[in-house]
T-cell receptor
Framework: KQEVTQIPAALSVPEGENLVLNCSFT??????LQWFRQDPGKGLTSLLL?????REQTSGRLNASLDKSSGRSTLYIAASQPGDSATYLC???????????FGQGTTLQVKP | GAGVSQSPSNKVTEKGKDVELRCDPI?????LYWYRQRLGQGLEFLIY????????KSGLPSDRFSAERTGESVSTLTIQRTQQEDSAVYLC????????????FGSGTRLTVV
């Protein structure tokens, strides 16, 4: 059974810092991995999608990496801004079941 | 349409009533998922439809929950005899065929059982 874990559960940093959010998964038979952002009381916004054959994806100040063999993904946020404050969710698409399994999220606060 | 559409956006119902939640996926997306998110908690998988295959219902919490999808179009999630613990945001997502397609989520239906 696929399990997805995100560390840390919460993170508070001053504006301008670079930071890394971690995601680990137990079953390497993945279809793809997707990072989402969720603002309080809102839906999910897709940030980056990494296919199982890829190692990383970049969008603006965001970079996501994938290491299937070790069951890990990281989301790197450069030069953090207060507007980055949100909960970041890692989700793994299973190639065996087709399900998308979510981690519990990392709640990020960027202080001005 | 351009995105995944869910209706209603908010629903308040009395305990014991039945409710029906609707999801319109992105046109052409073969896969459709329902999730539940209770206040302050993570996303809980409920059910998954892939084309004309039998749905994966392994996440449905009880027999009060059911979902249908006609072909590759609209899906409805029905909760019978609602209980207060059913209060949550119900999110729907759809995905196209191929690993280069990500999952697109709707804005959700916030269900409150009073």
């Amino acid at each position: 059974k696929q399990e997805v874990t995100q560390i840390p559960a919460a993170l508070s940093v001053p504006e301008g810092e670079n930071l890394v959010l971690n995601c680990s998964f137990t079953d390497s038979a993945i279809y793809n991995l997707q990072w989402f952002r969720q603002d309080p009381g809102k839906g999910l916004t897709s940030l980056l999608l990494i296919q199982s054959s890829q190692r990383e994806q970049t969008s603006g100040r965001l970079n996501a990496s994938l290491d299937k063999s070790s069951g890990r993904s990281t989301l790197y946020i450069a030069a953090s801004q207060p507007g980055d404050s949100a909960t970041y969710l890692c989700a793994v698409g299973s190639s065996n079941t087709g399900k998308l399994i979510f981690g519990q999220g990392t709640t990020l606060q960027v202080k001005p | 349409g351009a995105g995944v559409s869910q209706s209603p956006s908010n629903k308040v119902t009395e305990k014991g009533k039945d409710v029906e939640l609707r999801c319109d996926p992105i046109s052409g997306h073969t896969a459709l998922y329902w999730y539940r998110q209770r206040l302050g908690q993570g996303l809980e998988f409920l059910i998954y439809f892939q084309g004309n295959s039998a749905p994966d219902k392994s996440g449905l919490p009880s027999d009060r929950f059911s979902a249908e999808r006609t072909g590759e179009s609209v899906s409805t999630l029905t909760i019978q005899r609602t209980q207060q613990e059913d209060s949550a945001v119900y999110l729907c997502a759809s995905r196209g065929q191929g690993s280069f397609y990500g999952y697109t989520f709707g804005s959700g239906t916030r269900l409150t059982v009073v």
